[in-house]
């Protein structure tokens, strides 16, 4: 136990005394949230916007306001017929175009699912997407409010349901936590065990009596702590800087983010049985874990709208896995009966790359 | 005799501590000027300064008739340096090596192909032009870095422990070429660990917490320091 | 102490050992001395533990490298070659983190680290990185004694170091070796350092040429040597290696050492040397290890 307390203190003095790694453990989660949470967003705030309200009551003007309201829309022009949307599409001063039908209030007591019509500018799709998502769901919670109707039309019902304000920070903070969990734990980790091979203190420690699992837990245990910090600093920011809402068991997310940092951390270990140098270290966990997590894992590009042999291999990324649970937890508030398959997923790969991490690891050199 | 380097009250200071204090010599044209020193004594600052890679806090000096301070540029042209950590481009042919050197001192694909020839005549190589250089043995790629060094006959040549680690018979030879590059009149400048390598040099000098403790040839400076060998004057100096 | 039997080992096509065998006993300093690349680190990781062999066996204190390599690492002390300590922790937190590695402290087994500790306590609170050769070196061995081994590795310690650091470092170790018994191993390029050793091997190109004591394998010399010295050595290598007769010659420092073929007589080579205008002056001598290691070479 001593000589395990003498290696972890080792290990903390290393970490802190080198200012680069310093650096990216502590001031990289923070500028990652606030740089995604503030700048790189994919929001879309002022889409200017032409309604054809052909209801013209009480009811079709108080959902117009709660459009322009929301401040994602500026109501740009008022048509008075259909051929002046096509005009004011191609003068370019609007990017969508929402027609209310003349039975607006009575459709939607009738359980109809397409009250209004919307007609977006494709010629930028993500933003047409974008716009219509939003518009979608603010005519949602209007419905909702009003209690027109007693059922939520089911075709309107998706993820951003859940997400009523369309805010992306609350997207980015899973992202980015994921991302930085993963480079604290799998590439930090797999760096320093190559660098004790670059200096050789590597084979003093080979000959000396410690057993193998000593070194790797020792080597580990650092990363996890801080790990730790880094997730709680980045879910503060989200809670404090971004008002992130957090709807499910803090245990549980808790115990879901212990999952994944180990699961991390196994991959960094099993990086750094393979890896003799730190350079190959670095470039091991940049391209192969860095790359596919920040383009696969759904943090920046959907996974709906990827090729489908890209969809099939997302699925052995696991920080996939991770940002699904993490959302259902915190913006669905459910429970493990929710998300256990993917957390069992996670558990499965952590275990799969520990029995590959103690068959690698060598008592020996080659 | 013309003089090849020529230093005046050289000095370089990194914060307070003056790793090169005040050194003033000069060394000639064909002469084999033994540089030593132990570990720290600024020797690499030293010779850093001499090929113009850093600029020295104050002092002066010229080299191959080049100022170390303003004619940095066509100085380099001049010099060859090749160190215990120099090595060739593993991954590339002898034959691409030497034309990548050769390119860099501006020499025409004749002049580098015709060298090439003559190097490999002389260091008795073989038909191994086109060998990948990690697949040549550590002592003949050593013979090889020197002449790669000097194959743009320069006026100087600055050796830093070429011959660490070598088999016994390996230095020898690579002390020959030593010879023959003096003998031509190329000015070489060494340093070493090896106390007997220090005896085959024309004149050494010894530094010591960065000045120059000492100065001449063997015998002289075995007279003055009343010692058997160069290892002994080595370590009368060094102790002090 | 240590015995091998038959050792051979090859990276993919290169043999870096072949077929070696060696015994050491117990309480000696044992140097192997031979170039980069004749296979002394090869042997050394075999020695610790940190590689198997092709073929052959070789055991520790009757304990098999292979096999029980557990009990092996408990009971050597190993400083591989270059300096290989955490250069960002000082000097007593490099010493502290090898003692507990081994279950031990520093107090413990100050007395064997004593004389070597002296020197490097003024430095106590210094980062390993900015010690002085010399001095990173004496901490590297201090580490490596910390646990009181038995038998101690010592690959190329005092490798681009200066004659005088190097001479210290080899009191030290010969300090050790007389009053705390241990057996110690190691490794150098540099010729004169054998003469410090009790025994040496003489290795080149993964084989052994010889194992004798310094003193003695000297005496596998097979010729008469000679030491001419003149008034310029080079040119003088140069006649010599023209003439006939001579069998070997080589530059020494600041003199020629000569081997003679049977037919040629001393005074025929001085009255060449004096045809063609040389100074010189002409002696016999006794070979030294580098003469014996050099004529040991050619015959491979």
């Given at each position: 136990?001593?000589?395990?307390?003498?290696?972890?203190?080792?290990?903390?003095?290393?970490?802190?005394?080198?200012?680069?790694?310093?650096?990216?453990?502590?001031?990289?989660?923070?500028?990652?949230?606030?740089?995604?949470?503030?700048?790189?967003?994919?929001?879309?705030?002022?889409?200017?916007?032409?309604?054809?309200?052909?209801?013209?009551?009480?009811?079709?003007?108080?959902?117009?306001?709660?459009i322009?309201?929301?401040?994602?829309?500026?109501?740009?022009?008022?048509?008075?017929?259909?051929?002046?949307?096509?005009?004011?599409?191609?003068?370019?001063?609007?990017?969508?175009?929402?027609?209310?039908?003349?039975?607006?209030?009575?459709?939607?007591?009738?359980?109809?699912?397409?009250?209004?019509?919307?007609?977006?500018?494709?010629?930028?799709?993500?933003?047409?997407?974008?716009?219509?998502?939003?518009?979608?769901?603010?005519?949602?919670?209007?419905?909702?409010?009003?209690?027109?109707?007693?059922?939520?039309?089911?075709?309107?019902?998706?993820?951003?349901?859940?997400?009523t304000e369309?805010?992306?920070?609350?997207?980015?903070?899973?992202?980015?936590?994921?991302?930085?969990?993963m480079?604290?734990?799998?590439?930090?980790?797999?760096?320093?065990?190559?660098?004790?091979?670059?200096?050789?203190?590597?084979?003093?420690?080979?000959?000396?009596?410690?057993?193998?699992?000593?070194?790797?837990?020792?080597?580990?245990?650092?990363?996890?702590?801080?790990?730790?910090?880094?997730?709680?600093?980045?879910?503060?920011?989200?809670?404090?800087?971004?008002?992130?809402?957090?709807?499910?068991?803090?245990?549980?997310?808790?115990?879901?983010?212990?999952?994944?940092?180990?699961?991390?951390?196994?991959?960094?270990?099993?990086?750094?049985?393979?890896?003799?140098?730190?350079?190959?270290?670095?470039?091991?966990?940049?391209?192969?874990?860095?790359?596919?997590?920040?383009?696969?894992?759904?943090?920046?590009?959907?996974?709906?709208?990827?090729?489908?042999?890209?969809?099939?291999?997302?699925?052995?990324?696991?920080?996939?896995?991770?940002?699904?649970?993490?959302?259902?937890?915190?913006?669905?508030?459910?429970?493990?009966?929710?998300v256990?398959?993917?957390?069992?997923?996670?558990?499965?790969?952590?275990?799969l790359?520990?029995?590959?991490?103690?068959?690698?690891?060598?008592?020996?050199?080659? | 005799?013309?003089?090849?380097?020529?230093?005046?009250?050289?000095?370089?200071?990194?914060?307070?501590?003056?790793?090169?204090?005040?050194?003033?010599?000069?060394?000639?044209?064909?002469?084999?000027?033994?540089?030593?020193?132990?570990?720290?004594?600024?020797?690499?600052?030293?010779?850093?300064?001499?090929?113009?890679?850093?600029?020295?806090?104050?002092?002066?000096?010229?080299?191959?008739?080049?100022?170390?301070?303003?004619?940095?540029?066509?100085?380099?042209?001049?010099?060859?340096?090749?160190?215990?950590?120099?090595?060739?481009?593993?991954?590339?042919?002898?034959?691409?090596?030497?034309?990548?050197?050769g390119?860099?001192?501006?020499?025409?694909?004749?002049?580098?192909?015709?060298?090439?020839?003559?190097?490999?005549?002389?260091?008795?190589?073989?038909?191994?032009?086109?060998?990948?250089?990690?697949?040549?043995?550590?002592?003949?790629?050593?013979?090889?870095?020197?002449?790669?060094?000097?194959?743009h006959?320069?006026?100087?040549?600055?050796l830093?422990?070429p011959?660490?680690?070598?088999?016994?018979?390996?230095?020898?030879q690579?002390?020959?070429?030593?010879?023959?590059?003096?003998?031509?009149?190329?000015?070489?400048?060494?340093?070493t660990?090896?106390?007997?390598?220090?005896?085959?040099?024309?004149?050494?000098?010894?530094?010591?917490?960065g000045k120059?403790?000492?100065?001449?040839?063997?015998?002289?400076?075995?007279?003055?320091?009343?010692?058997k060998?160069?290892?002994?004057?080595?370590?009368?100096?060094?102790?002090? | 102490?240590?015995?091998?039997?038959?050792?051979?080992k090859?990276?993919?096509?290169?043999?870096?050992?072949?077929?070696?065998?060696?015994?050491?006993?117990e309480g000696?300093?044992?140097?192997?001395?031979?170039?980069?690349?004749?296979?002394?680190?090869?042997?050394?990781?075999?020695?610790?533990?940190?590689?198997?062999?092709?073929?052959?066996?070789?055991?520790?204190?009757?304990?098999?490298?292979?096999?029980?390599?557990?009990?092996?690492?408990?009971?050597?002390?190993?400083?591989?070659?270059?300096?290989?300590?955490?250069?960002?922790?000082?000097?007593?937190?490099?010493?502290?983190?090898?003692?507990?590695?081994?279950?031990t402290?520093?107090?413990?087994?100050?007395?064997?680290?004593?004389?070597?500790?002296?020197?490097?306590?003024?430095?106590?609170?210094?980062?390993?990185?900015?010690?002085?050769?010399?001095?990173?070196?004496?901490?590297?061995?201090?580490?490596?004694?910390?646990?009181?081994?038995?038998?101690l590795?010592?690959?190329?310690?005092?490798?681009?170091?200066?004659p005088?650091s190097?001479?210290?470092?080899?009191?030290?170790?010969?300090?050790?070796?007389?009053?705390?018994?241990?057996?110690?191993?190691?490794?150098?390029?540099?010729?004169?350092?054998?003469?410090?050793?009790n025994?040496?091997?003489?290795?080149?190109?993964?084989?052994?040429?010889?194992?004798?004591?310094?003193?003695?394998?000297?005496?596998?010399?097979?010729?008469?040597?000679?030491?001419?010295?003149?008034?310029?050595?080079?040119?003088?290598?140069?006649?010599?290696?023209?003439?006939?007769?001579?069998?070997?010659?080589?530059?020494?420092?600041?003199?020629?050492?000569?081997?003679?073929?049977?037919?040629?007589?001393?005074?025929?080579?001085?009255?060449?040397?004096?045809?063609?205008?040389?100074?010189?002056s002409?002696k016999?001598?006794?070979?030294?290890?580098?003469?014996?290691?050099?004529?040991?070479?050619?015959?491979?």
């Amino acid at each position: 136990m001593r000589t395990f307390l003498a290696f972890i203190k080792k290990e903390f003095k290393h970490i802190f005394r080198d200012k680069r790694t310093l650096l990216i453990l502590f001031g990289m989660p923070i500028v990652q949230v606030l740089l995604f949470g503030f700048a790189i967003t994919t929001e879309i705030k002022d889409g200017k916007m032409a309604v054809l309200d052909l209801a013209k009551n009480r009811m079709s003007q108080q959902y117009i306001s709660k459009i322009t309201s929301s401040g994602y829309f500026i109501l740009e022009e008022n048509l008075k017929n259909y051929s002046q949307i096509e005009k004011s599409f191609k003068r370019g001063t609007i990017k969508i175009a929402l027609v209310i039908p003349e039975k607006f209030a009575e459709n939607l007591g009738n359980n109809n699912s397409s009250i209004v019509q919307v007609i977006a500018d494709a010629s930028d799709p993500n933003m047409a997407n974008m716009l219509t998502s939003y518009l979608s769901g603010i005519s949602n919670s209007f419905a909702i409010e009003n209690r027109l109707v007693p059922k939520i039309p089911i075709k309107i019902e998706s993820k951003m349901l859940y997400n009523t304000e369309n805010k992306s920070v609350f997207m980015f903070v899973p992202g980015v936590m994921t991302i930085i969990l993963m480079l604290v734990s799998a590439m930090m980790t797999s760096i320093t065990v190559a660098r004790e091979k670059e200096i050789g203190t590597m084979e003093i420690l080979l000959v000396s009596p410690l057993k193998p699992a000593i070194i790797i837990i020792g080597k580990v245990l650092p990363y996890l702590v801080l790990s730790l910090i880094n997730a709680f600093t980045i879910l503060m920011l989200g809670f404090l800087v971004f008002g992130m809402p957090m709807e499910g068991s803090r245990i549980l997310l808790f115990l879901e983010i212990l999952l994944f940092i180990v699961t991390s951390l196994s991959l960094g270990i099993l990086i750094s049985t393979i890896a003799q140098t730190q350079q190959t270290a670095m470039m091991m966990s940049l391209m192969g874990l860095m790359l596919p997590t920040i383009l696969l894992s759904g943090f920046i590009f959907p996974i709906e709208s990827m090729p489908r042999i890209l969809q099939i291999l997302s699925n052995v990324i696991p920080a996939k896995w991770f940002i699904i649970i993490i959302k259902s937890i915190m913006l669905k508030g459910v429970g493990i009966r929710v998300v256990w398959k993917e957390t069992l997923i996670l558990t499965g790969t952590s275990l799969l790359f520990i029995l590959m991490t103690i068959k690698k690891f060598k008592i020996r050199m080659e | 005799m013309s003089r090849v380097i020529e230093v005046e009250n050289l000095t370089r200071t990194f914060g307070h501590f003056k790793a090169v204090d005040n050194i003033s010599f000069t060394v000639e044209k064909g002469e084999i000027f033994g540089f030593l020193g132990a570990n720290g004594a600024g020797k690499t600052t030293a010779i850093k300064m001499l090929t113009g890679i850093l600029e020295p806090t104050s002092g002066r000096g010229k080299v191959a008739g080049f100022d170390i301070i303003t004619e940095r540029n066509k100085l380099k042209f001049k010099i060859g340096y090749m160190s215990q950590k120099f090595s060739l481009y593993e991954d590339l042919t002898l034959k691409e090596n030497i034309g990548f050197y050769g390119g860099i001192y501006g020499l025409r694909k004749r002049e580098i192909a015709e060298r090439t020839k003559k190097m490999i005549v002389r260091l008795q190589l073989g038909n191994i032009e086109n060998t990948l250089i990690s697949e040549i043995p550590l002592g003949w790629k050593q013979k090889i870095a020197f002449s790669v060094a000097t194959l743009h006959h320069p006026d100087i040549v600055f050796l830093d422990e070429p011959t660490s680690g070598v088999d016994p018979i390996t230095r020898r030879q690579f002390w020959n070429l030593i010879y023959q590059a003096a003998d031509k009149g190329i000015t070489v400048f060494v340093t070493t660990h090896y106390m007997d390598e220090a005896e085959y040099c024309d004149r050494i000098s010894m530094m010591v917490r960065g000045k120059i403790a000492a100065m001449g040839t063997l015998d002289e400076l075995l007279l003055k320091h009343t010692a058997k060998d160069m290892d002994e004057v080595f370590l009368k100096l060094a102790r002090d | 102490m240590i015995e091998i039997k038959n050792i051979s080992k090859s990276y993919k096509e290169v043999k870096a050992l072949d077929n070696i065998s060696l015994n050491i006993e117990e309480g000696r300093l044992f140097g192997l001395i031979g170039p980069d690349g004749a296979g002394k680190t090869t042997l050394f990781r075999i020695l610790t533990t940190l590689l198997i062999p092709n073929r052959g066996t070789a055991t520790l204190m009757n304990l098999d490298t292979v096999t029980d390599y557990k009990k092996i690492r408990r009971q050597i002390g190993y400083m591989p070659g270059r300096f290989s300590l955490y250069t960002d922790l000082s000097v007593q937190e490099n010493l502290e983190f090898f003692a507990k590695v081994f279950n031990t402290t520093i107090e413990s087994n100050f007395e064997m680290i004593r004389d070597i500790y002296v020197l490097l306590e003024p430095f106590k609170k210094r980062k390993a990185r900015d010690l002085s050769g010399g001095m990173k070196q004496k901490l590297a061995l201090c580490c490596a004694l910390i646990h009181k081994p038995k038998i101690l590795f010592l690959d190329e310690p005092t490798f681009g170091v200066d004659p005088v650091s190097r001479k210290e470092f080899w009191d030290n170790l010969k300090k050790l070796q007389k009053t705390d018994n241990i057996t110690t191993v190691v490794s150098t390029p540099y010729m004169d350092e054998a003469a410090l050793c009790n025994e040496v091997a003489l290795i080149q190109k993964g084989k052994i040429l010889a194992v004798d004591t310094p003193g003695n394998i000297s005496k596998r010399f097979t010729h008469k040597l000679f030491e001419i010295k003149t008034n310029n050595n080079y040119k003088a290598l140069l006649l010599l290696r023209k003439m006939d007769g001579i069998n070997s010659a080589f530059m020494f420092g600041n003199s020629i050492h000569l081997t003679l073929n049977n037919s040629k007589k001393v005074t025929q080579l001085s009255t060449e040397l004096t045809a063609n205008s040389f100074k010189f002056s002409i002696k016999n001598i006794e070979p030294n290890i580098e003469d014996t290691f050099m004529e040991l070479m050619q015959k491979e």
